[in-house]
């Protein structure tokens, strides 16, 4: 896949002159740039100002254009902006305030001696921090930035842009206060240790961008700490979304979900929670692959505690050997694994329905486009193709749920209502290239927020005394009890007037 284009915007004077604009132009073009847009911003007696906004491939090819407007006569490159840095001038997320602080009576209410009453409330009953501070609504996004999207180890700092990305997303699909977290800690053991020591202001956790196998302990161990819901999303937000347009793509295909024969080629985070909710999905039939072939139990490299976990839960029929012998009459292949490592002529060897998720970012391990007519149905991570695997149709409206239900933690069951949620909103227009609907599709998170809400308290994962333990029925009750115990009151103060 190559390069997305860059924006570039050059800030230039131009004398003032007949052809000049064309002049620049034509040398932006001749050097395979192209004009987006040219705005004027001053006119002078001499001199006429422009933003002159161009499609770059990367920096070097921006250079090479910004090298090429200074040699122009007649043409003076005043400044240079980026158009993805301006997107993250001084941050992407901030945080407001709900109500003004205009004179002293807002400020005795919101802060001393106001706030005293609700402090008292909350040491004598923690449960009320959820209906009288932030907590209720605020998710810690808490990373060591380990394995950052495809660049890896970069460490916490250098991974913030991404948090406040995910904080981003958090708010503006789920509503949901975010907070990026960085831990610099690679020891698991502290970084849980940290986690839980500040938890206290947080009514869920999402961990993101931590290196397998460290991410498996981490959120064992904060699971087991906490009582609020630990989620990290690069496993379970992926295999939500896998499964739900794996429940589509069966129904395409005139298949029950538990009947399929499915690889799953890739044994880290995402992989591995893949196998899990597919398993907890009725899926019994998984034949795990890396890089060294079919992870059994028996084999005798490449066996850490996890494959070793996953090689006794898996491939039932007790297939060995390499990618050619799991991927023999499969129906579905899963990966996530690396960039072309799917051989078309494999696929070939597949079910006659076959399905194939090739979820390798930016390559997949089988091209679309080579893949087409061989498959039925093909998604990708990719937006640029149809059926993007995209966690953002699960982690807004899961800590949507969550939170209004005050859940104390997530279960399989909760994942797997959240996939149902996603694969109902496809409903009777699926088709093989419309599986999972657009991560862009505002329906998505009402419906999964609902259905991980309604399942939390029907296990009764829910926090005893909070408004997220009632009922839409019980809460209406409540706060109708609590207006007429208003009006009785004020009812009492005009029949005894002090």
Excluded at 119 to 132: E, G, N, T
Excluded at 462 to 475: K, M
Aim: hydrophobic share 45%; net charge negative; aromatic share 4%.
């Amino acid at each position: 896949m190559p390069p997305l284009p860059q924006r570039i915007t050059f800030q230039v004077a131009l004398e003032h002159a007949p052809g000049m604009l064309g002049k620049v132009t034509t040398a932006i073009d001749e050097l395979g740039a192209e004009v987006v847009a040219t705005d004027r911003t001053k006119q002078q007696r001499h001199v006429t100002f422009r933003d002159i906004t161009i499609e770059v491939r990367d920096e070097q090819h921006a250079e090479e254009v910004a090298a090429e407007l200074v040699e122009l006569e007649g043409v003076e490159l005043l400044a240079i902006s980026d158009e993805i840095l301006a997107a993250h001038d001084r941050g992407k997320i901030r945080v407001e305030v709900t109500r003004e602080v205009r004179g002293s009576e807002d400020l005795a209410l919101v802060y001393t001696p106001g706030v005293a009453k609700v402090c008292r409330l909350i040491a004598d009953d923690p449960v009320a921090s959820y209906r009288l501070t932030i907590r209720a609504n605020s998710v810690a996004v808490v990373t060591d930035g380990s394995a950052v999207l495809g660049l890896g180890d970069i460490g916490p700092l250098a991974s913030l842009p991404v948090m406040e990305g995910k904080a981003m997303l958090f708010k503006s699909f789920g509503d949901v206060d975010a907070y990026p977290i960085l831990v610099d800690e690679r020891d698991p053991d502290a970084f849980v240790d940290t986690i839980a020591r500040i938890a206290g202001g947080f009514g869920g956790i999402n961990l993101e961008d931590i290196a397998a196998p460290r991410c498996f302990e981490i959120e064992g161990k904060l699971r087991q700490r906490l009582d609020i819901p630990v989620f990290h999303d690069d496993q379970h937000g992926t295999a939500i979304v896998v499964l739900a347009a794996l429940m589509n793509a069966a129904e395409v295909v005139g298949r029950e979900l538990a009947s399929l024969r499915v690889v799953v080629q890739g044994v880290g985070a995402a992989g591995v929670a893949i196998i899990d909710l597919l398993g907890a999905a009725g899926v019994t039939d998984i034949v795990p692959v890396d890089i060294d072939g079919i992870v059994t139990a028996k084999r005798g490299s490449g066996l850490d505690p996890i494959r070793r976990r996953v090689a006794k839960r898996t491939n039932p029929r007790g297939l060995t050997g390499a990618q050619a012998e799991a991927l023999e009459g499969a129906d579905v292949f899963i990966g996530v694994s690396g960039p072309e490592s799917l051989p078309l002529a494999l696929v070939q060897t597949m079910s006659e329905d076959r399905i194939v998720f090739a979820m390798a970012n930016p390559t997949p391990e089988i091209h679309p486009d080579v893949a087409r007519g061989h498959v039925r149905v093909m998604a990708t991570g990719r937006s640029d193709f149809p059926n993007q695997i995209n966690n953002v149709l699960a982690f807004p409206g899961i800590f949507r749920g969550l939170l209004d239900a005050a859940a104390t933690t997530v279960t399989d069951e909760m994942k797997i209502a959240a996939a149902q949620g996603i694969a109902s909103i496809v409903g009777d227009d699926r088709a093989p290239d419309y599986v999972v609907p657009s991560p862009f599709d505002r329906s998505v998170v009402p419906v999964v927020a609902e259905a991980v809400a309604r399942t939390a308290r029907e296990q009764g994962h829910v926090r005893p005394g909070s408004l997220g333990s009632l009922e839409s029925e019980s809460r209406a009750a409540m706060h109708e009890a609590a207006r007429r115990a208003v009006q009785r009151a004020v009812a009492r103060r005009f029949d005894n007037p002090a």
